[in-house]
């Protein structure tokens, strides 16, 4: 029986997937969607994060393996919204926990970057894509932004997705972080 027949059913159509579309490279940086994805989903292990949130990690792209457009849409000056589509994705099947952060990845990178370090430290390409999204919040927005219930998560998310971005790294392959995507998935199906 291939391994994704022993997951639950959204879990093996999230391997799948990475296995047909993981290897597109990651918008102008050196790792390819599922490195990257991997690599964010390792710094989330590593920071003890809860299992929803590691998924959040792992998914927060899912976007880019969801939609037609070419991955270097936004260096063709297109806004791909690809934390909008992967909400909208995630939401059948997954609680909040799971969505908000991903869905707030790219608020929180335009939050994030009202402080110059940070911004300083962002790659050409995050830069380029932040004035695409918006560019830096205004302090009406960022306050705002602070009163979201996944405010601290979706900051969180967003550290480890600018950190993974290094080429050549091992991690763990997908099915690894399978468990953790059937535990999340289990628990969402127990609440509704
Ligand atoms: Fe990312």
Request: glycine share 6%; proline share 6%.
């Amino acid at each position: 029986m291939p391994e994704h027949n022993l997951h639950h059913p959204v879990t093996a159509k999230i391997l799948s997937l990475f296995e047909d579309r993981g290897d597109s490279q990651y918008g102008g940086e050196a790792v390819t969607q599922r490195e990257h994805a991997l690599q964010a989903a390792c710094l989330a292990q590593q920071a003890d994060a809860s299992p929803a949130l590691i998924v959040a990690a792992l998914l927060h792209d899912l976007g880019h393996l969801l939609h037609g457009l070419p991955q270097d849409a936004p260096a063709q000056g297109i806004d791909d919204v690809h934390e909008e589509l992967a909400a909208r994705w995630l939401k059948k099947f997954f609680a909040m926990e799971v969505v908000a952060p991903v869905q707030l990845h790219v608020a929180a990178k335009r939050y994030l970057s009202r402080d110059v370090n940070y911004r300083r430290r962002l790659s050409a390409p995050s830069e380029h894509s932040l004035l695409l999204q918006g560019g830096p919040m205004s302090d009406a927005e960022a306050a705002e932004f602070e009163a979201q219930p996944h405010f601290d998560a979706a900051v969180q998310l967003r550290t480890w997705d600018d950190a993974a971005k290094i080429a050549g790294l091992q991690t763990p392959p997908v099915t690894h972080f399978a468990g953790y995507i059937d535990r999340v998935l289990q628990e969402s199906d127990s609440c509704r």
